[in-house]
């Protein structure tokens, strides 16, 4: 039986053209994180120091170690020379302060932007917009190999949801930013993470966010992702033991004795382990990167007349101190940032010193 001129032809596939992925400019192939890693695979010895690190780390996140962990490095990384420059510096150093401080470095391959602007090593490795995400996760990985090849564990933050699976496995400790602490998404990610994870204050200071974070972290979650083979898939975590909050300020900074208290007291009634990490930079130290010196101090003095729920310390240092701008055909300065300007390592070093420095008088005392 056909249809007459009057009756109209019944399309077999439904045309959703209209309605569907309208605002999709293009769609590309994404290297899958199990090729990835297979062509860059972690070899014992980073896989050692990874695991001894983070088992390090949750010792003093834990109390049964009194050393103060510091996440010391670049606000991004947009350069692997100048990366591993860094990193060269930074390992004869964690050597040395070793019995007093556990050096992580800042391997930061994602940037949250208020509006618009460079997204990171990952998103846009070649800085001019081409947006060449295969090898971006490839450059992040061989970054990543390399840093620990040298000795010198790797924390980074965790942005995106998905690119865990191509790097997480190199990371020792890892972040969730102020302004994703209170997404449900990246509390459930970070559950299922095997490092420590720590949640830094709302951008308006709230403490109370980050404590919430925390809780949720420690709990087993159940939601969809996508497998190192590229699937889809729903993951069953067990819950994250490590989580920790980190005062980074708000509309006020938050680093000093009495907001160590205040910070305390939320995650005392909370029930939880009454420790914060203190980042020197962001609204600590008002966006302004020298100021990070004074914050470090005054966090000295806190360790050295015996605080001991200050876990550890987040720094914002390059080669060099300040930062630049991305300007297209315009020449970069090797070493010095591209996104928040940094201290150089000139004022790096004392700062460490002076950090370890704390440490020795506060079990002296």
Known sequence: MHPTADEPLQQAT????????????AVRALVSPALLLEDLPVTPAVEALVEGRRQAIGAVLQGRDD???AVVGPCSIHDHDAAIAYARRLKPLADELVDELLLVMRVYFEKPRTTVGWKGYINDPRLDGSFRINEGLRRARELLLEVSSLGLPAATEFLDLLSPQYISDLIAWGAIGARTTESQSHRQL???LSCPVGFKNGTDGSVQIAADAVQAARAAHSFMGMTKMGT???FETRGNPDGHVILRGGKAPNYSADQVEAACAVLRKAGLREQVMIDCSHANSAKQHRRQIEVAADIARQIEQGERRITGVMIESHLHEGRQDLVAGQRLTAGVSITDACIGWHDTEPLLRGLAQAVRRRRAG
């Not at 439904?14 to 400019?25: G, K, L, N, S, Y």
């Open 232 to 234: 889809a898939a729903i």
């Open 14 to 25: 439904q045309d959703t053209t209209r309605i569907d992925d309208v605002r999709i400019a």
């Open 190 to 192: 970070a559950s299922g």
């Open 67 to 69: 050393r103060l962990v």
